[in-house]
């Protein structure tokens, strides 16, 4: 499986994947000319990417969506809400509506139902001839109920959003604070911390950490968290980066 994390933040979200049979964008924000350039950093082609997968429909998830299925036509995947929420893809024909697992050939995806203020949110578990990867963002909370299914993956793309001190003594309105803060907004870097406690294991290679704040959190933050919970609760493993906003992580390609 070959990973590789374009674009992380808030002004854009897009992940590059290739399997045995299929090469896959999870979600595409930013621009088309962006993710066909980035694509071109890891020589891959733009037009061979056959899925996109929607987790929501939030415009740093979806802004070059339009462009870039107009472009090279791959398959689409997204709830029925999601597609009610992204009117100018009605006359697209080649969208696949998913609500639970989604099966390409021998890779398993199994979507899971996130918290975030929007119509519908998924996050993702790809399993495919014993590699695995969860891919967990955009969301308040991590229901407890999902955890066997997250347990103990090769690989962690975990949201690590803010720093609870730089949110809260930050430029932002009150209203908007609260809303990071909520059960519908995003995982601060103690929550991201606690919850890979719980979910690595044995198995688990890399973790990269996602959707950093720009102005409520820095890669030293989320990093120095992630490393002391892991003292804390005794769990030795060091193989944690962050993904930015405009430059792609390095490739993983067992």
């Not at 992380?8 to 992940?15: A, K, P, Q, R, Y």
């Not at 802004?63 to 893809?89: G, S, W």
């Not at 962050?242 to 792609?248: G, V």
Request: contains cysteine; proline residues 2%.
């Amino acid at each position: 499986m070959k990973i590789c994390v374009l674009a992380s933040g808030s002004e854009g979200n897009s992940t590059f994947l290739a399997t045995e049979n299929h090469k896959i964008l999870i979600d595409i924000g930013k621009n088309v000319k962006y993710i066909t350039d980035k694509l071109k950093e890891i020589e891959e082609k733009p037009e061979e990417i056959d899925t996109i997968i929607i987790s929501h429909t939030h415009n740093d998830h979806v802004a070059a969506l339009e462009r870039f299925v107009k472009k090279y036509h791959p398959k689409i995947f997204m709830t029925q809400k999601m597609f009610f929420d992204l009117p100018n893809l009605e006359k697209y024909d080649n969208i696949i509506i998913y609500e639970d697992d989604i099966m390409l050939d021998n890779l398993k995806i199994t979507s899971i139902r996130t918290s975030h203020d929007v119509s519908d949110s998924r996050n993702f578990v790809l399993e495919e001839k014993g590699e695995s990867l969860v891919y967990l963002t955009d969301t308040g909370y991590l229901n407890r109920k999902y955890f066997q299914i997250l347990k103990n993956k090769n690989y962690y793309l975990f949201e690590s959003n803010h720093d609870v001190g730089m949110l809260m003594n930050g430029p932002y309105p009150k209203w908007l604070k609260t809303r990071v803060l909520g059960t519908s907004g995003h995982l601060s870097n103690k929550d991201a911390s606690f919850y890979l406690t719980k979910l690595i294991g044995d198995q688990t290679k890399k973790i990269i950490l996602m959707h950093l704040s720009h102005k409520n959190n820095t890669e030293e933050k989320a990093l120095e968290m992630i490393h002391q919970t892991f003292q804390d609760y005794n769990i030795e493993f060091t193989n944690i980066t962050c993904a930015k906003q405009d430059e792609i992580t390095k490739v993983t390609n067992d």
